[in-house]
């Protein structure tokens, strides 16, 4: 079984929105710190969001204000709700679940920001 799998990409015209999701079938789901992490074609992954455990969240400068990173241990899902997006916002998003001796990512779910 895969550990995590990513939902929710697609094309959306710039200042629209969209909402990933972030499916883990993992144990100890609410011990892990989430990420979201991005790549562009010739571009290094960069974190765009994350969340800890108990709640505290933190964004990069880039999508501060726009974007909003949200978690729920009874269902063991979080979810990446993008507004305001932007062309530069196109990559594959990718969520990552850490704690210390686990590391997993999905497979990337592609947004698309274009007119």
């Known amino acids: 079984q895969v550990p995590i799998v990513e939902s929710g990409g697609g094309l959306v015209q710039p200042g629209g929105s969209l909402r990933l999701s972030c499916t883990a079938s993992i144990t100890d789901f609410s011990l892990y710190r989430m990420y979201w992490y991005r790549q562009a074609p010739g571009n290094q992954r960069e974190r765009v969001a994350y969340i800890s455990p108990g709640g505290v969240t933190d964004y990069s400068d880039a999508v501060q204000g726009r974007f909003t990173i949200s978690r729920d241990s009874d269902s063991n899902m979080g979810w990446l709700q993008m507004n305001d997006l932007k062309p530069e916002d196109t990559a594959i998003y990718y969520c990552?679940?850490?704690?210390?001796?686990?590391?997993?990512w999905g497979q990337g779910t592609q947004v698309t920001v274009s007119s």
């Open positions: 990552n679940l850490w704690k210390a001796g686990s590391d997993y």
